[in-house]
């Protein structure tokens, strides 16, 4: 399968910003400005603010997507969301393993792992996230921690399933930093995940998974890191949170 057969997919994180109006707003400003991209487009954003932006998405060609969800269907989990909970919502893709929730929230690689499959179990479409540290760069343990990070977040997960499985490869030491790894080596880790990919199943279901780069993309380095052979779409945060900024992304993606 050539590079050409894969959708891309520009998905904005909008992380823990804009209330239900804002939401609203942002979403029918940014319908017509993406109604005719030639890749998928989706906005993940806060639990409250689900099923707004499911109202102001609908007609258009927006998916609305979360940004976590707990690994049990229900229970005594106080502060989580389940899967089952996100679909009865009518929400079709999920986050899973972002860096935030690794630093700040105790996520691992196992709990990544266990929260991808009830996102695939539930019918979902998943967005894993992948990527070294400063410190992990420095030290040239970068490739040594996508394999681990990759290795344990697809643990048991089917090759059958992988089509509803992106990695977004995110370095953590670019996001929201205004820092973004040049295209080259964006490139020298996506074309790793794939390679692993290849490693875990086979060289089909590696040829047609997506691979996305994370950290400070916008509309201006947005055209190079997307023509790389290996990059297949963005997860966007800063730059998703304005209409123009991210449809030029969506833009640069048609191309
Ligand atoms: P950023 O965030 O684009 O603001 O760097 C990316 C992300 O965290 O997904």
């Not at 997507?65 to 893709?93: K, P, R, Y």
């Not at 090759?159 to 977004?168: D, G, T």
């Not at 995940?193 to 916008?218: C, H, P, V, W």
Request: aromatic share 6%; hydrophobic share 40%.
């Amino acid at each position: 399968m050539d590079r050409s057969k894969r959708t891309p997919v520009i998905a904005g994180n909008w992380k823990m910003n804009k209330s239900r109006t804002g939401t609203k707003l942002l979403i029918r400003e940014l319908a017509p400005l993406v109604s005719n991209a030639r890749c998928n487009v989706a906005v993940c954003v806060p639990f409250t603010d689900l099923d707004a932006a499911m109202d102001a998405a609908r007609g258009s060609n927006i998916i609305v997507g979360a940004q976590n969800c707990h690994w049990a269907d229900n229970g005594a989990f106080t502060g989580e969301v389940s899967a089952s909970m996100l679909t009865e919502t009518g929400i079709s893709l999920c986050v899973v393993g972002h860096s935030e929730r690794r630093q700040y929230f105790g996520e691992t690689d196992e709990t990544v792992n266990q929260r991808l499959k009830a996102v695939l179990g539930a019918g979902m479409a998943c967005i894993v996230c992948v990527g070294e540290t400063l410190d992990e760069r420095v030290m040239d343990k970068t490739l040594g921690v996508l394999r681990r990070q990759v290795t344990a977040a697809l643990k048991d997960i089917p090759a059958e399933e992988m089509n509803r499985v992106i990695i977004a490869y995110e370095p953590v030491w670019a996001i929201g930093t205004g820092k973004t790894a040049t295209a080259q080596d964006a490139q020298e880790a996506c074309k790793f995940i794939r390679f692993l990919i290849g490693e875990l199943y086979d060289a089909k279901t590696a040829e047609a998974a997506r691979i996305q780069y994370g950290g400070s993309m916008n509309a201006k380095n947005a055209a190079e890191l997307l023509e790389q052979p290996d990059i297949d779409g963005g997860l966007i945060g800063g730059a998703s949170l304005k209409a123009r900024e991210f449809s030029a992304i969506v833009g640069a993606a048609s191309k």
